[in-house]
């Protein structure tokens, strides 16, 4: 028995706009990628660093499904959440929607995945499931692993069901769209507002614009942080520009929102913070290109240079985030409806 849905199945860079992209788009709902990472949120930042880490880790975005959750309150859409410890609870979950011809989205571990292209254990990865058979489950990952793609129906098991740092308990989830369709763009100033709030004003020295500061400070430790720099840094750099972030730990996503906004609102601030995060997309990218360097020749001094850039990148980020906080009591207009 087969059962597959008529989706549009396109990858795109990040996993959870992928999923969310297929699910939108099924009701008609067509949002570009950098927009879905916007609307969310998605934009932050994690220094995240431990007694139990083999390595120190560079986050680019909120938590796992905070990005989806952000973005279905904003847009006021129905998002429907299903958690079991029971696989067979949750396999009946994914069947109820397929078979009533939705597309579900999953929250697993990347590792049990037949088809992907790095082994290692991410349980914060996200995917759209539109049919399965007797043996196989198929689905909608990023177009770094292939757009449509299948695995077995073991392999998802197993994914769904891992335990470990970001994993959920086989979470499934579907959004409905209401039938007053939102209007996205009267969103865009919230949307800003709250990321630029979060990232301003973190908890916590990791996070946010201190958290860039404290990783321009500590990255200059990293060839004594391991036993494997040939192996780490140039791992850490490419997990910064292509382990799903659309490029420069998500920057450019974040940029690409902002210039799509600015085509949308008349606002010196929201031009400001575009501007901004045109010159930080490009001073990430650089960051990574040296810690690489570094892993590879063992030079401290690209250290020392990316440190530097990460302590720019603090101060442009953080004047990017002021103006962008301004955007709840300017007076915008709407360049088009």
């Not at 007797?134 to 098991?157: E, I, K, M, P, R």
């Not at 994993?167 to 865009?188: D, E, M």
Request: glycine share 10%; charged share 20%; hydrophobic share 40%.
């Amino acid at each position: 028995m087969t059962e597959v849905i008529d989706i549009d199945a396109r990858g795109m860079q990040h996993c959870e706009t992928t999923a969310l992209g297929v699910l939108l788009r099924h009701q008609g709902l067509h949002l570009s990628e950098p927009m879905l990472f916007g609307l969310g949120s998605g934009l932050s930042f994690i220094y995240w660093d431990g007694k139990n880490m083999g390595f120190p880790f560079l986050g680019g975005r909120v938590k796992p499904f905070d990005l989806t959750r952000n973005l279905a309150t904003g847009l006021g859409l129905e998002l429907l959440v299903q958690e079991t410890t029971s696989p067979r609870k949750a396999w009946d979950n994914v069947v109820v929607s397929i078979d009533a011809g939705r597309p579900v989205g999953l929250q697993l571990d990347s590792y049990y995945l037949d088809y992907f292209s790095s082994k290692v254990h991410f349980g914060g990865h996200v995917v759209a499931m539109y049919g399965y058979d007797d043996h196989n489950a198929y689905l909608v990952d990023t177009d770094q692993q292939g757009g449509a793609v299948s695995t077995s129906l073991a392999g998802l098991a197993q994914a769904r069901g891992a335990r470990g740092p970001m994993t959920a308990k086989h979470r499934s989830f579907t959004l409905t769209v209401p039938r007053n369709r939102p209007s996205p763009q009267g969103r865009i100033i919230p949307a800003i507002t709250a990321c630029a709030d979060a990232f301003l004003n973190p908890p916590i020295a990791n996070l946010g614009h201190r958290g860039v500061e404290k990783a321009g400070k500590l990255v200059r430790t990293w060839l004594q942080r391991t036993d494997a720099p040939q192996r780490d840094l140039p791992q850490a750099a490419r997990l910064m520009e292509k382990a799903g972030t659309g490029g420069a730990l998500f920057r450019n996503l974040y940029r690409d929102f902002l210039a799509e906004c600015t085509n949308l609102l008349d606002s010196s601030h929201l031009r400001t913070g575009h501007t901004l995060y045109t010159e930080a997309a490009g001073l990430w990218t650089e960051a990574a290109v040296l810690i690489k360097k570094a892993g590879e020749s063992g030079n401290v001094q690209c250290l020392v240079q990316a440190g530097s850039i990460l302590g720019d990148l603090s101060r442009i980020e953080r004047e990017a985030m002021r103006a962008l906080s301004c955007l709840g009591s300017e007076t915008t207009r709407a360049i088009r409806p």
